[in-house]
T-cell receptor, first 115, second 117 residues
Framework: AQSVAQPEDQVNVAEGNPLTVKCTYS??????LFWYVQYPNRGLQFLLK??????LVKGSYGFEAEFNKSQTSFHLKKPSALVSDSALYFC?????????????FGAGTRLAVHP | GAVVSQHPSRVICKSGTSVKIECRSL??????MFWYRQFPKQSLMLMAT?????????EQGVEKDKFLINHASLTLSTLTVTSAHPEDSSFYIC?????????????FGPGTRLLVL
């Protein structure tokens, strides 16, 4: 069965420092991977996705993610964090087989960027 | 960019009443929409997949008679919580897949917070 793991409930980083939010996945075959961000009492906003091609994917608001097949990871990164980046981040993978139309989400990681 | 709206954004109702939540794709057509439920500090749980012109597909454990879904047009899906009870209180989020675009991307609405007293 497909699954996504976000091992950290919360990540704390100082403003201006680089940030990493971790995600690992478990699927058979080639994964379709996504990152979404959720601000308080709001829906999810799409950040970026990996379907195929370059392992380094660039997305919105200066975020990027690196697909690593050998480590089955898709960590979200940003070179310099902003206080406004503080939010809840979800990694997701597209379902397979009969569930190809669905997104399977990780538990989420809360990012706190301190001034 | 693709925009999905939800109405209402917040609703409070009495136990036993029914509540309807609308999900609209504003600038694209969506043959497929999804309904999620999110509990505090938890991830999204897919409730059902809504297909335009056909019956919704419900996830295991979701009562289809309690959570009625209608997807009558390419831009509108509705979720009706029938005979709501306090345990139905939650944050409900819809998403839509752009029929004419890259299908892998789902666009999410801002969510509806339901409180059942």
């Amino acid at each position: 069965a497909q699954s996504v793991a976000q091992p950290e409930d919360q990540v704390n980083v100082a403003e201006g420092n680089p940030l990493t939010v971790k995600c690992t996945y478990s699927v058979s075959g080639n994964p379709y991977l996504f990152w979404y961000v959720q601000y308080p009492n709001r829906g999810l906003q799409f950040l970026l996705k990996y379907i195929t091609g370059d392992n380094l994917v660039k997305g919105s608001y200066g975020f990027e993610a690196e697909f690593n097949k050998s480590q089955t990871s898709f960590h979200l990164k940003k070179p310099s964090a902003l206080v406004s980046d503080s939010a809840l981040y979800f990694c997701a993978v597209r379902g397979q087989g009969g569930g190809y139309n669905k997104l399977i989400f990780g538990a989420g990681t809360r990012l706190a960027v301190h001034p | 960019g693709a925009v999905v709206s939800q109405h209402p954004s917040r609703v409070i109702c009495k136990s036993g009443t029914s509540v309807k939540i609308e999900c609209r794709s504003l600038d694209f057509q969506a043959t497929t929409m999804f309904w999620y439920r999110q509990f505090p500090k938890q991830s999204l749980m897919l409730m059902a997949t809504s297909n335009e012109g056909s019956k919704a597909t419900y996830e295991q454990g979701v009562e289809k008679d309690k959570f009625l879904i209608n997807h009558a047009s390419l831009t509108l899906s509705t979720l009706t919580v029938t005979s709501a009870h306090p345990e139905d209180s939650s944050f409900y989020i819809c998403s839509a897949r752009d029929s004419g675009g890259v299908w892998e991307t789902q666009y999410f609405g801002p969510g509806t917070r339901l409180l059942v007293l």
